[in-house]
């Protein structure tokens, strides 16, 4: 009788909370965040406290996941429309009486000072997927109008700040739901190559639409001065080219095997700016070289198939929407950070996921990465 009505051990009891977590996900995020504590450790070696920073974003990063991956799709489904709401009033917010800070207006302060912006990285594929679920089985082209008003907004709002990197993160994960939808082929194509064209046209005209008294009527004049100088850094290697050149080099010089822990020496005799947070790829790609580069891509690479995973075998169209614009946003993050390192992209303030120093990128991706495990979780109690 003892051991019928014996207490189940702590062990037992929190076995429950764990059932269920997707394997595969877990150790290509623990491997990406050994790579970057180990990356941060030696890029921010005279940063004061940046190396337990870092450590303690990681740490509330994962808390966030665990807590987030508890809850149910349906849950993340009711949120939908309210955070959403809130993020695009808050957005208004910063627009009428937001804090200035080096030229741009992105912070507000409701008892503590943050960025509204960083709510949309969420609240938008939340929203689009909320708003394709609820017309299932019956989309039209109104539908596909409708949700292009409902992205449009809030990164107009961002864009308008102006935060680029930002805009272009919450445009990118609006348009991977939209895609995943069911967006005709049609519509598509006609875009890519009409940006295609613009591309060429722009790379062809380089000298004569980067002269100073030409103004460009789309973009502000630092955005024109960042894609001239993605075209040709050497033309200012000590003002607006410096960034993009110092990458090249560190990278370069890293060759095959890096230079070694500790002794990049563009890294510790601080060429690279900004080489805990946007650039920190130069800085491992000095001291690690290609052998550590595709270790890195080795981790983002399969964290990102196995999300793709997770979103085809969702078992709801919210669920697999929710979880393919998180995945393919991970591989936007990597993406335009890498390239705007390495020259091939316009230098804008992107981080590199779980590399890069910064609280709230850190903590949101936690988030984007526990709602991908809630999927998944509740994939595996579907199939059971």
């Given at each position: ?21 997707d394997v595969p996900l877990l150790l ?109 089985g019956q989309l039209r082209l109104p ?242």
């Amino acid at each position: 009788m003892s051991a019928v009505f014996s207490k189940p051990s702590w062990l037992q009891r929190l076995k429950p909370w764990f059932a269920g977590f997707d394997v595969p996900l877990l150790l290509a995020l623990f491997w990406i965040m050994g790579l970057g504590l180990m990356c941060m450790y030696s890029a921010g070696f005279d940063h004061g406290t940046r190396f337990v920073d870092h450590l303690r974003n990681g740490a509330l990063a994962l808390v966030v996941l665990f807590v987030v991956s508890q809850v149910p799709p349906q849950r993340l489904m009711q949120v939908a429309v309210p955070l959403y709401t809130v993020g695009v009033v808050l957005l208004v917010a910063v627009a009428l009486f937001g804090i200035t800070k080096k030229g741009s207006t992105r912070w507000i302060r409701l008892g503590v000072e943050f960025q509204p912006s960083e709510i949309l990285k969420i609240a938008m594929p939340l929203m689009l997927a909320w708003w394709f679920q609820k017309r299932e089985g019956q989309l039209r082209l109104p539908d596909f109008v409708a949700a292009f008003v409902l992205l449009t907004v809030p990164v107009g709002l961002i864009a308008k700040q102006p935060d680029l990197g930002t805009s272009l993160l919450v445009l990118a994960a609006g348009l991977y739901v939209i895609f995943f939808a069911g967006l005709s082929w049609k519509l598509i194509v006609p875009a890519l190559l009409l940006g295609a064209a613009g591309i060429t046209t722009l790379v062809m005209s380089e000298d004569h639409i980067c002269q100073p008294e030409v103004k460009w009527v789309v973009l502000k004049e630092y955005q024109k001065d960042r894609v001239c100088t993605l075209l040709d850094p050497t033309k200012d290697p000590l003002g607006k080219g410096f960034h993009i050149i110092q990458g090249e080099i560190a990278i370069g010089s890293g060759g095959v095997t890096g230079k070694g822990f500790m002794k990049g020496t563009q890294t510790h005799l601080e060429f690279i700016p900004e080489r805990t947070t946007d650039f920190i790829f130069a800085a491992y790609g000095e001291e690690f070289g290609l052998v550590g580069a595709l270790g890195l891509l080795l981790g983002f690479t399969a964290l990102i198939l196995r999300g793709l995973v997770i979103a085809h075998e969702a078992p709801t169209l919210f669920s697999r929407l929710l979880a393919g614009a998180i995945t393919l946003s991970f591989f936007t993050y990597v993406f335009v950070n890498m390239g705007m390192v390495t020259g091939i992209l316009p230098v804008v303030g992107v981080p590199l996921p779980f590399i890069s120093y910064g609280g709230t990128a850190m903590v949101t991706l936690g988030l984007a990465l526990g709602m991908l495990m809630s999927i998944a979780r509740s994939r595996g109690a579907t199939q059971r």
